[in-house]
């Protein structure tokens, strides 16, 4: 949404319909700024594709996995090593 001095905004728009003896009345539109939860969301966003664009950069094999042991990411370096091809 584009406000009244320029600036751009992300809005969540809902609205409900008021019925009456089935015949409808009127809407209300609730809108809601969701800007700040866009911005780190995109933040997020960066950060984890600069993460793995490291991680598969380097030369040594390194990968990561949960509490339980359960592989989540790997690098080129580590299939190598491993001696598998991703599938």
């Given at each position: 949404m584009?406000?009244?001095n320029?600036s751009?905004?992300?809005v969540?728009?809902?609205?409900?319909?008021?019925?009456?003896?089935?015949?409808?009345k009127?809407?209300?539109?609730y809108?809601i700024?969701?800007?700040?939860?866009?911005e780190a969301?995109?933040?997020?966003f960066?950060?984890?594709?600069?993460y793995?664009?490291?991680?598969h950069?380097?030369?040594?094999a390194?990968?990561?996995?949960?509490?339980?042991g359960?592989?989540?990411l790997y690098?080129d370096?580590?299939?190598?090593l491993?001696g598998?091809?991703g599938?």
């Open positions: 584009r406000c009244k320029g751009i905004k992300h969540l728009i809902n609205s409900t319909v008021y019925w009456e003896d089935g015949k409808f009127h809407t209300r539109c809108t700024d969701i800007t700040e939860k866009k969301e995109r933040k997020l960066e950060s984890q594709s600069y793995e664009q490291l991680l950069g380097l030369p040594v390194v990968y990561t996995c949960d509490a339980t359960k592989i989540h690098n370096a580590a299939q190598k491993w598998r091809n599938t």
